[in-house]
């Protein structure tokens, strides 16, 4: 398994665009911050062929402790989710497949 860190994006643009290495670092700094900055006013983020990021309030909930299998507040919070578009779903498919 590999992970794919922001260094790795970072030569991916500077290969693809040419821009320098600092540049390309600032620009995907930048692109990250927007991201992140819209998820926080609570907006949704779509990323064309990619996909859907939306930030949901689950509601506070009773749950279990697994160790004690005590009764448990699990208390009100914002998650970020993401919904891949049909296009990566293809591509993943297709890659999984070997096609």
Do not use: W
Request: glycine fraction near 8%.
């Amino acid at each position: 398994m590999q992970t794919l860190t922001r260094a790795d994006l970072c030569d991916a643009v500077h290969e693809e665009v040419g821009l320098s290495r600092q540049e390309c670092a600032s620009l995907v700094e930048r692109t990250l911050d927007l991201i992140v900055e819209s998820l926080e006013r609570g907006e949704t983020v779509k990323l064309s062929g990619f996909g859907v990021f939306q930030v949901r309030d689950k509601r506070a909930r009773m749950g279990r402790n697994p160790k004690t299998g005590e009764p448990a507040t699990i208390n009100s919070r914002r998650v970020i989710s993401f919904r891949a578009s049909q296009i990566m779903k293809s591509r993943v498919h297709g890659a999984v497949n070997g096609t």
